[in-house]
């Protein structure tokens, strides 16, 4: 079993910057991926960043220059950078793991996170 725990969402004024983590807890075996996808309300949960099995990252087009995804293995720990937030960003954000290989995102998670709430006034 896998634990995801979110942590360092809430409410920026537009411009600004937050900084997710999301640490993973159990085994998750010797191959998998993981990534940050958001919900906003009335709309369907979509893909904003992902590691690859190979370690190279995918981004939403929304979010292309402006987030950044990064991985300490060491601490078993997935972060999203946001800098330049927009209202737009607004949603719920989740941190997925899918097990195994992966060469496309976003994917289908095998296992999520109970989310962080990330706000953006303008």
């Known amino acids: 079993q896998v634990l995801l725990v979110e942590s360092g969402g809430g409410s920026v004024q537009a411009g600004g910057s937050l900084r997710l983590s999301c640490v993973a807890s159990?085994?998750?075996?010797?191959?998998?991926?993981m990534g940050w996808f958001r919900q906003a309300p009335g709309k369907e949960r979509e893909g904003v960043a992902g590691?690859?099995?190979?370690?190279?990252?995918r981004y939403a087009d929304s979010v292309k220059g402006r987030f950044t995804i990064s991985k300490d293995n060491a601490k078993n720990t997935l972060y999203l950078q946001m800098d330049s937030l927009k209202p737009e960003d607004t949603a719920m954000y989740y941190c997925?793991?899918?097990?195994?290989?992966?060469?496309?995102?976003?994917?289908?998670?095998?296992?999520w996170g109970q989310g962080t709430q990330v706000t953006v006034s303008s």
């Open positions: 159990g085994y998750p075996g010797d191959v998998y991926c």
């Open positions: 590691i690859l099995s190979d370690g190279t990252t």
């Open positions: 997925g793991l899918l097990r195994g290989y992966c060469t496309i995102f976003p994917w289908r998670s095998d296992y």
